[in-house]
């Protein structure tokens, strides 16, 4: 609920009739997902269930069905899933896209949909009314979700006030938290970006340092200044300092933060969450080596961080389809210009394109600087997105002559403090070798 990372319980592995048992302890009712190759399905299951998922008889519009405890809940999940799909498009144009008259349109087709599924279900006397009441949770985040994600991607003039009113305020449903209600995770992520937002514009006079050396706790009173229930104060708290984490590293601000967080969260899951960002973090910090990654070149050479030991390395990571990453191109190419010459400092540019193709026409052109360019296998364990935890580019990253960190999240090109820096790398090597 805090990362949207999936949580396993369970595993098997399927027989050559293509069965298998996957069994697990809960403590209450939760909402999972189960995945096997192309099949996927979403289920709400109570301690003590036991549910069979089977192929559907021919002729059946879906694929699988469900026998044992709660399947006709199962059944609805499922085709309520399937609709909401459905609607993500409205005549071939993603919901977050559509103008305001139409997303209501397709927002109501979801609810009249929603409701005529509620509708059938409440006749079924083998569906208990505490797993109604979570299926009516969940409907209800669903369409909260459709609203918040269409908002989320529209600018706020254009979208219609009955969302506007909707979006205006966090849903605090601690059962859907307690549940794991997929989608009232994705609402208070939206929610938690909401309230970043709100304290840049409330501080937009603010020096942009200033502001970023206290952020995390602003975010943090604002949050509790809300009075939410407990337990989705806490959610949110985390969320913030989770997020604020993987933006931005380990801040002064922020470990004071997570400091404050382990002694007023009551949620050990939570504390875990922010114990194992920083355990992470800290891998990368400031002396420790550097995760060695490697690349193609275009001309399909294979280049490694660990080729560059005895430089400063600067590492630019960037894709084609990034444009705040190609906005900085211009001030990269200054960088490069100040040290035009200078063989004891490396510009690295690391794209984590999938389209090679695209990778080299744009490396070929003008609008790239000519530093050393390689194009990296984000799949790969060993890749420079998964082993520096990069969630968002533009990212820099600054590693000194010994292949140790300098940092993790390093300033960009336009900052105009890149070249400073480096020049006070290059003489801290030279004083350590005389």
Same mark, same amino acid.
């Given at each position: 609920?805090?990362?949207?990372? =999936? ?25 999972? @997902? ?12 109570? /301690? ?6 089977? $192929? !559907? ?7 699988? !069905? ?5 399947? +006709? ?32 349109? +397709? ?17 079924? $006397? ?18 909260l979700a459709y609203q918040f994600n269409f908002a989320n991607g529209t600018d706020s003039v254009d979208i219609p006030p009955s969302v506007r ?44 340092? =200033?502001?970023?050396?206290?952020? /995390? ?14 337990? #989705?104060?806490?959610?949110? %708290?985390?969320? =913030? ?7 931005? @590293?380990?801040? &002064? ?13 009551? =949620? ?17 910090? &400031? @002396?420790?080596?550097?995760? #060695?990654?490697?690349?193609?070149? $275009? ?10 030991? @005895? ?18 191109? /211009? ?14 400092? *490396? ?6 394109? %999938? ?8 490396? *070929? ?41 300098? *940092?993790?999240?390093?300033?960009? $090109?336009?900052?105009?403090?890149? +070249? ?15």
């Amino acid at each position: 609920m805090v990362t949207l990372d =999936s949580i396993g319980l369970g595993r098997a592995v399927l027989d050559s009739a293509g069965k298998g048992i996957v069994e697990f302890t809960l403590d209450a009712p939760v909402f999972v @997902g189960v995945n096997a190759g192309k099949f996927a399905a979403g289920l709400l299951v109570f /301690p003590g269930d036991e549910l069979t998922i089977v $192929p !559907s008889k021919p002729g059946s519009k879906h694929a699988f !069905s469900f026998e044992g405890d709660g399947a +006709a809940a199962q059944e609805f999940i499922n085709e309520a899933g399937q609709f909401r799909q459905g609607l993500e498009k409205w005549n071939g144009t993603y919901s977050f896209r559509l103008d305001q008259d139409t997303f209501l349109l +397709a927002k109501d087709s979801l609810q009249k949909g929603y409701d005529q599924l509620l509708a059938k279900i409440k006749s079924n $006397p083998g569906v208990s009314q505490e797993r109604m009441d979570l299926l009516q949770r969940n409907i209800k985040m669903s369409v909260l979700a459709y609203q918040f994600n269409f908002a989320n991607g529209t600018d706020s003039v254009d979208i219609p006030p009955s969302v506007r009113k909707v979006i205006r305020e966090l849903p605090a449903d601690s059962i859907a938290l307690k549940t794991a209600m997929f989608d009232f995770a994705l609402i208070a992520t939206f929610y938690q970006h909401k309230m970043n937002e709100a304290i840049y514009e409330e501080n937009e006079k603010m020096n942009s340092d =200033s502001l970023a050396a206290i952020f /995390p706790l602003l975010v943090d009173e604002k949050i509790k200044s809300k009075k939410y229930p407990k337990l #989705v104060e806490e959610l949110l %708290r985390v969320k =913030s300092v989770d997020y604020q984490i993987g933006s931005s @590293g380990l801040s &002064p601000s922020i470990l004071k933060l997570a400091g404050k967080l382990e002694s007023e969260i009551a =949620s050990n899951d939570f504390k875990k969450v922010i114990r194992e960002d920083i355990a992470r973090w800290e891998k990368i910090g &400031p @002396g420790k080596p550097a995760p #060695v990654f490697s690349g193609l070149t $275009p001309d399909g050479k294979k280049l490694s961080l660990s080729d560059f030991r @005895g430089k400063v390395v600067y590492v630019d990571i960037w894709a084609t389809w990034c444009g705040p990453c190609v906005e900085e191109f /211009p001030d990269s190419k200054k960088l490069l210009a100040n040290f035009k010459g200078n063989d004891k400092v *490396a510009f690295l540019y690391v794209s984590v394109d %999938r389209d090679t193709l695209a990778w080299k026409k744009m490396v *070929a052109g003008d609008k790239v600087p000519k530093g050393i360019h390689i194009i990296d296998d984000g799949d790969s364990p060993q890749s420079i997105w998964n082993q520096y935890y990069v969630w968002g580019i533009p990212r820099y990253l600054l590693i000194d002559t010994q292949g140790r960190m300098v *940092a993790a999240h390093a300033k960009r $090109p336009s900052s105009g403090k890149v +070249a400073d820096e480096l020049k006070r790398l290059l003489i801290a090597n030279e004083l350590a070798q005389n």
